[in-house]
């Protein structure tokens, strides 16, 4: 099996997709078995000063000093459970010595594979906003839509002030499912949770949509790529 580097942005995102891909690789593989993964993790605090400040050139070298680090303890794939910083990885994914598995890249493709045609994006406001999906959608012939700037503030807020830090309100949950339900009604048929902590919040069971989960789609590529003969 292919040695397995998650190079983590936030925490939560990154502990759910290192335990997507334990729980998952048992039952692939076999019982207690999974790939070898390492994970290294720069403090969120550093990513959010240069994402604020849209210097993503510097995000894309962030990432890559992080690919370093995991190619020495052994990394023979990548990949990064933080949608937003893909918006650097795509300025310096050239340059990285071993590939990258693109989130934007698998969500995209699970959707064309479930027949979806219009997907609604939520994330972080620079996601939603920014061009990591958006190319993707448009290389795919996807059409895409995006809750509106009020909307786009609230579920920013949420994500940065509650879920990366593990708080789970019911009251956001509500949030979230009103906005999806909105985004229904407005042709959209499929929902990707385009944060990796947004799946905290919402499953299936909640959304009005069906649910494409950004964060145990890329742990499940990653684990098809480092198991596959």
Known sequence: ???????????????????TICLEGAGLIGPHNHPEISLHCFPLS???????????????????????????????????????????????????????????????????????KRLAILGTRFLMEGPVYASQCEQAGTAYHIPNAQQRERINQIIY????????LPKSRAYFQDVIRELAAQG????????????????????ALPVLDSTRILARAALRQATAE
Request: net charge negative; hydrophobic share 45%.
């Open 1 to 19: 099996m292919k040695r397995i580097g998650i190079a983590a942005v936030s925490a939560e995102g990154a502990a759910l997709c290192y335990r």
């Open 46 to 116: 550093e990513y959010q000063h240069l994402i604020d400040d849209g210097r993503w050139p510097a995000v894309g070298e962030h990432l890559l000093e992080s690919a370093g680090r995991l190619v020495q303890a052994g990394a023979e794939i990548l990949i990064c459970p933080d949608n937003t910083v893909h918006q650097g990885l795509d300025l310096v994914r050239i340059r990285s010595p071993v590939p990258w598995i693109h989130i934007a890249e698998e969500v995209v493709a699970e959707a064309r594979r479930r027949d979806l």
């Open 161 to 168: 002030d509650e879920l990366v830090y593990a708080r789970i």
């Open 188 to 207: 959209c048929d499929g929902v990707a949770l385009a944060c990796t902590e947004i799946p905290l919040l919402i499953s299936e069971a909640d959304s």
